[in-house]
């Protein structure tokens, strides 16, 4: 545009000066002339100059686009050096990780873990089945280490994985889980096999240092005394779909060889014991969810003759954990109802019980909790007994809890199943305190 502006100018100025030129002197032909030729002349400047221009423009937009091009192939190879370093980087890596004979053999070691478990109680009892340790009681009115557990854990390959967890008691050393799990199968399942706490209502598969209270339950006790439900044999975890509009539905099955529990108790070791769960669970927000389980077991009871019992329970587990606040708030509430029945030779003998349990987490230190339970005896159901419990947990770490507890116990039943014997009721102080060594800490199972 200023191209033609700047011509057109000179083209007028021209014009103009020829022009005044004509009118002070008189025309002639050789005036005439020599215009034309001036306008022929001015004629191919203008095309000369237009080719210059046109030529400079082409010029100055091919540098340009040579530079981009420069810049873009610039750029490009800086991120190809990028890459470059990165895959070196990687591969240095990988050499690292394979070159050390060490460091195989540590990958290839199991996750060991060294657990205590200590208390000192004060019962206002001095019943000697209630102050000494035995299938309904821990033990009162001394100090107490409960257990020293090791656990060992490891993947074993890509599809199995092991864990072993070893009691050692005063009285004993036993083994209170061993097993193999492979993973992912086929329908979705997953299959145990060896020593294990079955699955079956919501607190059967902790140990006892990992309770929500120091002790299990009086619904569970009198049923399956202290050591839980559960023996050696296969069990099978199959992933349902999901079922009652729940987020995952699940259903366990296994059959066991049950330890003794002794004459008091639902079953006894001779035979196998086969049990199911099925379980619904729900997300409710993003804070909290529940979960319902519907369980049964059955099995040879202690009675005389070829008699079974069986054993059925509903529990609910809610818990509600704020976002981004866990360290410091925290709700969890267990509850389960209990049904048995036991068949003698001369008569059926049905019972029920049931308890619930609270934590409630306060700050990033301590919890308050508290339980209530009812329990029928499996062979008489006119004997029961009330417990109530309130307890105090201090986590000094993740590693290290003490926790302070009282319970009341109010018995209407006999000992064992000596009429003569009637339980008292009683109040019991007990202080708990817990330590892990490694990283298998006070977690449920």
Known sequence: MRKKIIITCLFIFFITQHLLTA????????????VKNELIRIDQENRILNSRIDSLIRSINLEKSALEEENALQKLLDEAEQLTMKEKEKETSLAKKFISGVRQQQGLNPNISLGGDFFGALSSSNNQYITEPGPVSYGNDNFFLREVELALEAPLDPFTRGKSFISVSKESISIEEAYMEWLNLPLNMN???GIFYTEFGP???????ALPQFDRPRALVNLFSNK????TGVAASFMLPRLFFADATSLDLSVLDG?????????????LLYTGQFKNYYDITTNSYFEIRISGVAGRNPSAGENNSYVGSAGLTYKWVPAGREKYRTFDWKTELLYSQRINDTATVKSKGFYTSVQN???ARFWIGG??????LPYNRNKHEWDFTFNLDFWQSEFVFTRLQ?????????????????MPHDHTFLIQVCWAMGPHKHEAY
Request: glycine fraction near 12%; aromatic fraction near 10%; proline fraction near 3%.
């Open 23 to 34: 009118q002070t002197n008189e025309p002639d032909k050789d005036s005439l002339g020599i």
């Open 259 to 271: 330890t003794n529990t002794g004459e008091d108790f639902s079953f006894a070791d001779k035979g």
């Open 361 to 363: 987490k306060l700050s």
């Open 228 to 231: 839980g439900l559960g023996g």
């Open 191 to 193: 299959l145990k096999i």
């Open 203 to 209: 607190l059967n598969r902790y140990h006892d240092h």
């Open 406 to 422: 009282y319970q009341h116990n109010r018995r209407f039943t006999e000992t064992g199943t000596d009429p003569l014997m009637t």
């Open 371 to 376: 339980r209530i339970g009812y329990s029928e």
